[in-house]
């Protein structure tokens, strides 16, 4: 069974970084795009930056000029750079492929921002 593993969560201090690091299997890998979501406890998950193959990038507002996407063809790996983490950053990172249906969702991984 195809499995998205996501890994590079912890706790930080406000204004610290991190790195999440999605493991994706090439058939999802393969996708027009592939993105990062988050949830918060009792929210719905949300579209937070995604990339293209091309390597073209899009954030949402709340994270602009402080994440940074990024792919790795080579190693079917995506990454996002988190830098000037804020407690609203507080959530279960996942990713995902995008612009077609989602696969079945990994295990995610918790991003804890104190302030």
């Known amino acids: 069974q195809v499995q998205l593993v996501e890994s590079g969560g912890g706790l930080v201090q406000s204004g610290g970084s991190l790195r999440l690091s999605c493991a994706a299997p090439?058939?999802?890998?393969?996708?027009?795009?592939m993105a990062w979501f988050r949830q918060s406890t009792g929210k719905q998950r949300t579209l937070v930056a995604f990339?293209?193959?091309?390597?073209?990038?899009y954030y949402v507002d709340s994270v602009k000029g402080r994440f940074t996407i990024s792919r790795d063809n080579s190693k079917n790996t995506m990454y996002l750079q988190m830098n000037s983490l804020k407690p609203e950053d507080t959530a279960v990172y996942y990713c995902n492929s995008y612009g077609r249906p989602p696969s079945l969702w990994g295990q995610g991984t918790q991003v804890t921002v104190s302030s």
């Open positions: 990339i293209s193959r091309e390597g073209v990038m």
């Open positions: 090439a058939s999802i890998f393969s996708s027009p795009a």
